[in-house]
């Protein structure tokens, strides 16, 4: 069970930074078609081959990065969030000035428009799930931290911080793009995975250059979660390696950087092939299946580890801990991350392949570790110190 999570978290890490080289290209390309520097299609958007081979430069250029250590990688993520917290206050600057200007419908705020025809509890419940990708990254902190020094201390608070900051921002872009955009303007840009924070700041200050410059901004946004993601997969996967519960080549760290190198060009490989996999089939939701897939997985973990603290708090009440979640609240989590997690979500069938193919390839690789182990008696394929799996 340990193994199936943390190979979970690594792939949920892998296809959330899928997603985001997805959506860097659409917002890169848009960016230079609205400058007019790209001719576009009749759709009004960039070739998909080339979008599809951004996407994967992308990720090799990620790989780069983060071949040169976790240090140099963290401080250019400081400088991509800096630039993605700029991006998101203009969206919602841009929405409040359509707000205090009386153009804003603020009717649909309190308005539920159910265009599937779901019914509103089973359409409230598929957008909780899908809109549980929008705090995907947090989960990243729990296998860096060790990073740091002192973390018993300062994680807690920082982890609680950030959420609410997130939190915070992230209902205000709602907002924004509720109060800008019409329901058949945020139906046709879920439809033709179309870029909705764009389309805010376009419509919403048509007067202004703004809209020429924010997909860029929106490229370095996207980067930032996809680099963190990509750190934490392939040190996760280091760290599995190192306790034998993978193939031991995998734990191969560069002479002088320290840098798990193999295990970095090992997680790349598999971010390469998923997005070529999705974006095989010109009709599908390449953004939406993705990202359903990071929310999916993540549900199913979250719900796991929920379920072990309570199972931990019973065995032993006594033990001196750092941090203890209040009251019933992990029973409570468990249960909201099973439910979002269920069938009645509606995904598509492609998530389900998708999430079962990754665990299928981890599955796998423990398999042939446990017998190359067993062969050579170097160890008993399992975790031997689960604390300290990024080390």
Known sequence: MTFLVAFAVVCSGITSASTSAKTLADNLTGGLIINGWMDADKAGKADSGLIVFIAMAFMVLLA????????????????????????????????????????????????????????????????????????????????????????????????????????????????????????????????????????????GAPDFPIDKVFPFLAVFAVANTALINMLMASRLIYGMAKQDVLPRPLASVLPGRRSPWLAIVFTTILALGLIAYVTSDPDSNVVGNLSNVTAFLLLCVFAVVNVACVVLRKKDARAKVFFTSPGQLPILAAALCLFLAGPWVEREGVVYRIAGGLMLIGVALWVVTYFVNKATGTGDSTFKDVGHLGE
């Open 64 to 203: 780069v990065i983060n071949l040169r250590g976790v240090g140099e990688s963290v401080k250019f993520n400081v400088v991509l969030t800096m630039v993605e917290v700029t991006a998101l206050c203009i969206v919602i600057g841009v929405g409040f000035f359509v707000i205090a200007q009386g153009e804003a419908d603020l009717g649909e705020l309190v308005t539920f428009h159910d265009y599937e025809d779901r019914g509103l509890f089973l359409a409230v419940t598929a957008a909780t799930s899908i809109a549980f990708f929008a705090m995907v990254g947090f989960e990243d902190a729990v296998n860096m931290v060790e990073e740091t020094e002192n973390p018993e201390r300062i994680f807690p608070r920082t982890m609680l911080t950030g959420l609410g900051i997130a939190v915070i921002l992230y209902m205000l872009v709602a907002v924004s793009v509720v109060a800008v955009l019409t329901a058949p303007e945020l139906k046709s840009i879920s439809d033709s995975e179309g870029r909705a924070l764009l389309e805010v700041v376009s419509k």
